[in-house]
């Protein structure tokens, strides 16, 4: 699933399974497609910059593979680059500052 994040002034795209992580971290049911009103804004952010205090170093959820099991039992875990939560919040803990400084809504749906 990819999820498509959108406010007044820009678009996002984010795979589906990190993008509602970060979503629940935020105080947000999850549930896809939404909407966060732009005076929820603030405590939105708030509540994802906290849980990414938390959680950020997390690796973010994993991604479906095509690829057969014994291929990936063949590759070592250290040699693939973990991508952590916070990396992932990133393009979106900017997008929802810059709807927050413009008061725009946040929605989201399937893309």
Known sequence: MIVNFSTTY???TML???AVALLKL???SGSVPSAIL???LPQF???LRAGLALH???PSPALPTEEPPEERDKHDAQERATVTL????APLLAMVETAIARGSDLMWERG
């Open 16 to 18: 589906g399974e990190p």
């Open 86 to 89: 916070r990396m992932r919040a």
């Open 45 to 47: 952010l708030q509540r």
């Open 10 to 12: 820009g678009q996002l």
């Open 26 to 28: 935020g105080g947000h």
């Open 56 to 58: 950020g170093e997390d």
């Open 38 to 40: 732009a005076a929820d």
